[in-house]
Structures are given as C-alpha cells and as structure tokens.
C-alpha cells in the first residue's frame, strides 16, 4: 500500500495534473504528470465503471497501487501523478499493466528532461 503522504486525496490535486500535466497514453492506462512544488511526490487513480464492477475496479487500483509504491523513487520532488485506468485494464495481467506503466513513466520522465533541458529539477 502507498504510505499516507504518497496518495493524493484532494481534487485541486487531480485537477491540477489532469488539466496542466502531460499526459501518456497506453491500452490499458493513461497517466497524466505534472510538477506542483516541493514536498514529497503523490499518486492518484481513476478506475471508472467503465473498467468493471466494484470487484473488478478494485482488483485494478490494488494492482495500480502496489506497482506505483516500487515506482515511487523514479519520480521527482513534487510530482503529481494520476494514474486512470482504460478498460481493457480488467482483464489485462499484473505483468502487462506493469510493462505499460513503466513504459508511460519513462515517456513521461523522458518528455521533462527534454523540456528542462535535461536538468532534473
């Protein structure tokens, strides 16, 4: 589970990296980064009706949840980052929505360092 101060809990905090962020799709997720000030970096997740029953969107958010809390350190300070599950995401492996997030962090992580000039903030 993310600890208290890594889960983002209020919706200036999803406004803010849904509306001004970058955002990375892939089949089964899109993941949506922005940078807000200094403190210790934060997730949130959308997993709509879309993806399922309740059964189903919180097999999917536990899933999400514990492979963001390996991915954490990758992120810089200030980080808001939300992670919305596509679905297709119901019926997809740990291993597949593992692969697909990496692969949309680096691309993230990738696009900010091309845009601060490769300077890591």
């Given at each position: 589970m993310l600890s208290r101060q890594s889960r983002m809990r209020r919706g200036e905090e999803f406004e803010a990296a849904v509306k001004r962020g970058k955002r990375v799709g892939r089949p089964t997720l899109v993941v949506h980064f922005t940078i807000s000030g200094e403190e210790s970096p934060r997730v949130g997740f959308v997993v709509s009706k879309a993806v399922g029953g309740a059964v189903t969107?919180?097999?999917?958010?536990?899933?999400?949840?514990?492979?963001?809390?390996?991915?954490?350190?990758?992120?810089?300070r200030g980080s808001l980052l939300v992670v919305r599950a596509n679905p297709p995401a119901a019926?997809?492996?740990?291993?597949?929505?593992?692969?697909?997030?990496?692969?949309?962090?680096?691309?993230?992580?990738?696009?900010?360092?091309?845009?601060?000039?490769?300077?890591?903030?």
């Open positions: 969107r919180n097999k999917v958010k536990r899933r999400l949840r514990h492979l963001m809390r390996d991915r954490l350190d990758a992120l810089p019926s997809a492996g740990f291993e597949q929505l593992a692969a697909e997030l990496d692969l949309a962090l680096a691309r993230l992580l990738r696009r900010r360092e091309s845009s601060t000039g490769g300077q890591k903030r």
